[in-house]
């Protein structure tokens, strides 16, 4: 990990880690899962809303209010509105998909869960994703919630991470393996 992004991830869980605490006292942690799903979808969805938290050309002042506005009519909770009030006062409004990653750990842990994240060659049905939360399940131990993209490069199959372990079944990965066999043969 590069130093800034080790700066950014413990400038974001300081962050993280002080929300949760509020959300947790006030009871209000299922508040707090919508006000996070609805800032990363802004942020992967928003090239303006990405420019705003990154670009060094506004002003505390200007980021504070932009940030103030969107966050009322984004329906933020209260919380998370000072939070990111108080983010933009301390130009730090640059962490925000780290905290929205380091809160998502902490709500997960709350409750007892783990997110897999899923690429398949092809959509999974609902049957398969049941099936295969499951198998997580009996693997790990915890709930599982999964996160599946679709990612037809694979050609067929999946790959599925669950914290630092990676299963790969994918027929892409199968024949790179075959391949760098046969170059070592030859």
């Known amino acids: 990990m590069s130093e800034s992004a080790s700066i950014s991830t413990g400038i974001a869980a300081r962050y993280a880690t002080a929300v949760f605490e509020l959300a947790k006292d006030g009871k209000d942690i299922a508040s707090l899962e919508t006000d996070i799903d609805t800032l990363d979808t802004a942020v992967a969805g928003s090239s303006a809303f990405r420019d705003l ?12 209010n932009a940030i103030a506005s969107i966050a009322t009519k984004m329906g933020l909770s209260g919380t998370m509105t000072n939070t990111l009030k108080l983010m933009a006062s301390k130009r730090r409004l640059f962490v925000l998909p780290q905290l929205v990653a380091a809160l998502r750990g902490l709500i997960a842990d709350e409750k007892g869960e783990v997110t897999a994240d899923v690429r398949a060659a ?65």
């Open 122 to 186: 092809t959509a999974l049905s609902a049957d398969q994703e049941q099936t295969l939360a499951a198998t997580l399940k009996k693997s790990v131990g915890k709930d599982v919630k999964m996160k599946v993209t679709v990612d037809e490069s694979l050609i067929g199959g999946l790959i599925v991470k669950v914290g630092s372990k990676m299963i790969d079944t994918s027929i892409a990965s199968k024949l790179a393996a075959l391949q760098n066999t046969m170059k070592e043969v030859g």
């Open 53 to 64: 938290i990154h670009s060094p050309v506004y002003t505390r002042e200007d980021q504070g």
